[in-house]
């Protein structure tokens, strides 16, 4: 980074202006910037048309419902993407005013965060073919040709417009903000064009770099899960035994002096609690929580046949709620061998063959004695460390790959953060 760079952000760090930079209500950017606007003299807002997913099919016209948009991650809507979109089979009569057409942008007007409220893409439609704002979405028709078209999938990606955004939002567990909020909203951007194309053009190298990242992991993953479960599969001399005489139950519980971490297990794998919710969730009186150790196994006796089953490899001890269970894996067999043996799809049907429906559609309470019973199919200790060692090196490519994501995402936050408050200019 140029040294005048560093010296730029060490001031704005310890609140005084730069030179050539000025200082306005939601933050500090270069003089020449235009900072006097509101989305309300940018665009012209306009509703969409309110269809459940009910009502959508295959056949009639894209439709951007906002479950599409607050889920993805994606800047704007490329023609790949407005051809999987689902589709409204309605008759246009050519005076509709839910059409969004290119360089539009389409807002959320109600999210489950505070984050989302912010959330907004680009419409890359050049052909102007019919595209349908749909339920929960206001777009915004550019007045005049202030912004560049690649820039506006930025223009809500600034901290200083987030937070205009989360102090807008009304709501109490559902946040939103509306056709007469989203016009209060300031923005700041340089008023040459070639500027904004330029911003664009490095946010959008780097957008690309996380996409294909995204697919290589993707690749990888089944890859490597297909190759995983074909180790595992019994071979001729493989013995059968009893999951009872592979894994012994633990009880230990935390005390009033305890202070453990708080765990939460769920089918995508074992988090902190903080981390993972962005807050605690479980009571702050934690006396009878179960103590998880590095090694052991976790999991949800009613969630189990959805594949709710850990094992802890990433953390030396934490606690986690009292209706978990959790066992530790009898000497004389590999950990990894029997932690990975039980998250194979055969054994999540061996789990939904040990478990009673319950009154909820997705929960099923185990039967332990049942559980117990399940047959494993095991070879020998040597030939168990010998795949095992196999597993380990197939994870740890995958953990690097997933490093190289979190690098460019960090490095894309770090860009967007300088670029569009002018601290580095292009």
Not at 39 to 59: I, N
Not at 124 to 150: C, V
Not at 179 to 184: A, G, H, M, N, S
Not at 247 to 263: C, G, M, P, R, S
Request: hydrophobic letters at 35%; proline letters at 3%.
């Amino acid at each position: 980074m140029k040294l005048e760079i560093k010296q730029r952000i060490i001031q704005l760090n310890n609140g005084e202006i730069p030179d050539g930079y000025k200082k306005t209500e939601f933050g500090v950017f270069p003089c020449d910037w235009e900072t006097d606007k509101s989305f309300g003299d940018l665009f012209d807002f306009y509703g969409g048309l309110s269809k459940s997913r009910d009502e959508l099919g295959d056949e009639g016209y894209a439709y951007l419902h906002y479950g599409d948009l607050h889920r993805g991650s994606f800047n704007k809507v490329s023609f790949e993407q407005y051809n999987q979109l689902p589709k409204c089979d309605i008759t246009l009569k050519g005076k509709e005013t839910y059409l969004m057409e290119d360089g539009d942008v389409a807002f959320l007007d109600a999210s489950e965060d505070l984050e989302g409220t912010s959330r907004a893409v680009l419409i890359d439609n050049p052909d102007n073919e019919p595209f349908i704002a749909g339920l929960h979405i206001i777009y915004g028709k550019s007045k005049d040709d202030s912004l560049e078209k690649w820039y506006k999938q930025y223009i809500t990606s600034s901290e200083c417009v987030k937070k205009q955004f989360q102090r807008l939002a009304a709501g109490f567990k559902v946040y939103g903000v509306n056709r007469d909020t989203l016009p209060q909203i300031h923005t700041a951007y340089p008023p040459s064009s070639q500027e904004q194309s330029r911003i664009s053009e490095i946010l959008m190298k780097w957008d690309k770099a996380i996409e294909l990242q995204e697919k290589v992991i993707g690749k990888q993953a089944s890859l490597f899960e297909y190759y995983i479960q074909s180790l595992l599969l019994p071979k001729t001399g493989w013995n059968r035994i009893s999951l009872g005489r592979v894994i012994a139950e633990k009880d230990n519980k935390t005390t009033e002096n305890d202070q453990y971490q708080v765990l939460s297990s769920t089918k995508k794998g074992l988090f902190a609690q903080k981390e993972y919710f962005d807050k605690q969730v479980a009571s702050e009186n934690n006396v009878g929580y179960k103590i998880l150790h590095k090694g052991n196994i976790v999991l949800s006796p009613q969630n189990l046949w959805l594949g709710n089953i850990n094992y802890n490899d990433s953390f030396e001890i934490g606690m986690v709620s009292p209706s978990y269970k959790i066992f530790e894996i009898n000497k004389g067999f590999d950990e990894l061998f029997v932690s990975t043996l039980m998250k194979t799809p055969r054994m999540l049907h061996q789990y939904v063959l040990a478990s009673e429906q319950g009154a909820s559609v997705v929960r099923r309470n185990l039967n332990m004695e049942l559980f117990f019973d399940i047959p494993l199919f095991l070879p020998s200790i040597q030939e168990q460390n010998k795949i095992s060692e196999t597993i380990r090196q197939l994870y740890s490519i995958q953990k690097m790959q997933n490093r190289k994501l979190d690098l460019l995402k960090q490095q894309r936050k770090v860009l967007q953060q300088y670029l569009l408050n002018g601290i580095v200019r292009v």
